[in-house]
């Protein structure tokens, strides 16, 4: 038995009994150009009036997997099989004959203290066997959290891997002219629901970056021409400005057990790194060089910092111990580097990079080495990590007086790349941790 409990959700998750993991379905996702497996999601049934909510969730789990770009949903005109529920057993070879590998079948029911049943099942077709089941209890206004939590099961269990559809995502929300445009910081789920706002722009907002442990982000805030590092916790709405500090403050980035951030400061034409201890604020400086030093991101053992320098005459990636020594270069292609983020994952480090005025989006191997470029575009920048390493979200601007950035994802293969819908232009993106 398992309990989620964030903000307005208090979910009851429960499994059955499944067979046996040999010979069972599993997705290998460890290859370049992922086949998309088909798999079947009919409506959940809904018992009363749960109905719509049923359907609802349906569409939701729908559209994570597919985004995905790991799973090809079949058109459900294509069902040979109806009117299945939680307690149902497949008529396997039906769904066979439309070509599905996996399916899912489930019931959302009302309970008489108000809260909802939701039951679900996932099947491998050939095999003819049950691979997972699980129940949830919840209030009815939490159904599309649980559509997201349902969405993460099927996605581990067919992938082997951690799913990352539980999750939200923080961002700069721009309006106005292109010349004067209002910043806010807010906060959406990783699908582009629940958008909310958590500043009201008074100030210019930029870089907000996610704790890794905890729901809290830190930004940078300009008040007056004097930029000023915050925390801001994402669950009671408290705001905490981290210190005064001499010259400008840039790229705030949490270490990654969340008790200190790493940033750069500007002092006269240089910047370099500092790293500050959130519990006592006690400053320790770990570059410093004549060079402009910034954008610095822990791997995910805090062993090692990754940042972007001029030192070398043009910007370029460095990785150093964490304590500031072993600086060495890694990347020496044509170009370019910056904004560096090392995966959660630790084996790969995501950057931008311009060459003859392309902006790329890529990826490359801690040493230096493996060199990937995933997408590119007029103007790509400032990618950010899913929680599980296998998607990177960033933003993408358009040209001319009409045009803005807004936000997109790519995986790592480079082929499913999809823009992500918010109400307005939008940049800066950053994943959360996995809700809990």
Not at 2 to 28: H, I, K, M, N
Request: charged share 20%; net charge neutral; with cysteine.
């Amino acid at each position: 038995m398992r309990c989620f409990a964030g903000g307005a959700l208090a979910l009851l998750a429960s499994s059955f009994v499944t067979q046996p993991a040999f010979a069972l379905l599993e997705l290998d996702i460890t290859q370049g150009n992922v086949q998309p497996m088909p798999i079947a999601l009919p409506f959940l049934a809904g018992v009363g009036t749960q109905t719509g909510m049923a359907e609802d969730i349906s569409n939701v789990i729908w559209a994570d997997l597919q985004r995905s770009g790991l799973f090809a949903p079949i058109d459900r005109q294509a069902y040979i099989q109806k009117g299945m529920n939680a307690n149902s057993m497949p008529r396997f070879g039906d769904w066979r004959t439309i070509g599905s590998q996996a399916l899912v079948s489930g019931s959302i029911v009302a309970q008489p203290d108000g809260q909802i049943k939701a039951e679900f099942r996932l099947w491998d077709v050939f095999a003819g066997q049950q691979l997972i089941g699980q129940q949830f209890f919840t209030r009815p206004d939490n159904w599309r959290r649980l559509a997201h939590i349902i969405a993460d099961s099927i996605y581990q269990r067919l992938t082997g891997e951690k799913g990352y559809f539980d999750t939200r995502i923080v961002f700069i929300d721009e309006t106005g002219p292109k010349d004067k445009r209002r910043k806010r910081l807010a906060i959406m789920d990783q699908d582009g629901a629940n958008v909310r706002y958590l500043t009201r722009g008074d100030n210019l907002v930029l870089t907000p970056r996610f704790s890794p442990v905890r729901q809290e982000v830190t930004y940078m805030s300009y008040q007056g021409q004097n930029p000023q590092v915050y925390l801001f916790n994402i669950e009671t709405g408290q705001r905490e400005m981290l210190g005064h500090f001499p010259g400008m403050t840039f790229a705030p980035r949490f270490s990654p057990d969340g008790q200190s951030v790493i940033m750069s400061l500007q002092q006269g034409s240089n910047a370099n790194l500092f790293l500050m201890d959130l519990r006592s604020r006690r400053t320790t400086r770990l570059t410093n060089t004549p060079a402009i030093d910034t954008s610095p991101s822990f791997s995910p053992d805090g062993r090692q910092v990754v940042f972007e320098s001029d030192r070398g005459g043009t910007q370029q990636l460095y990785v150093m111990n964490s304590d500031g020594s072993n600086a060495h270069r890694i990347s020496f292609g044509p170009g370019r580097y910056s904004t560096p983020v090392w995966s959660p994952r630790g084996d790969l480090i995501a950057f931008t990079k311009v060459n003859q005025g392309r902006f790329m989006i890529g990826v490359m191997r801690p040493d230096g080495k493996g060199e990937r470029i995933l997408t590119e575009g007029y103007h790509n920048e400032g990618p950010a990590w899913a929680p599980n390493g296998r998607v990177l979200i960033f933003f993408r601007d358009t040209p001319g007086e009409k045009g803005g950035p807004k936000v997109w994802t790519v995986d790592l293969t480079g082929y499913n790349e999809r823009e992500l819908q918010t109400p307005g232009f939008a940049s800066d993106p950053a994943w959360s941790p996995v809700l809990e």
